[in-house]
Nanobody, 125 residues
């Protein structure tokens, strides 16, 4: 079971990026999914989460109104659309999945069982 994050890169402040997280080995159609990020010297922090159906989402205050999490119906890919990017958004972004059957969009790192390898997002001022 693997999660593969992609879509990171270098962008100017005010720009946009779309991150993708693809599952292999199985689907995550019955799992809540989330995105976290970790800046140099800082703890990994919650960014956004989505429940199994896609009908309920949760966001960190710092990204509300700028980022949107979504997922496809097949339960294979989760997306993070990031608009109005700021230098403070610079970090490695990780996607994560909860255990099968844990469907809610939680904010706690410890409630996620599977993690991708991360993709670097750098926002220049």
């Amino acid at each position: 079971v693997q999660l593969q994050a992609s879509g990171g890169g270098l962008v100017q402040a005010g720009g946009s990026l779309r991150l993708s997280c693809a599952a292999s080995g199985r689907t995550f159609s019955n799992n809540g999914m989330g995105w976290f990020r970790q800046a140099p010297g800082k703890e990994r922090e919650f960014v956004a989460a989505i429940n199994r159906s896609g009908g309920t989402t949760s966001y960190a205050d710092s990204v509300k109104g700028r980022f949107t999490i979504s997922r496809d119906n097949a339960g294979i890919t989760v997306y993070l659309q990031m608009n109005s990017l700021e230098p403070e958004d610079t970090a490695v972004y990780y996607c994560a999945a909860r255990k099968w059957g844990d469907a809610g969009p939680t904010t706690l790192r410890g409630t996620y069982a599977y993690w991708g390898q991360g993709t670097q997002v750098t926002v220049s001022s």
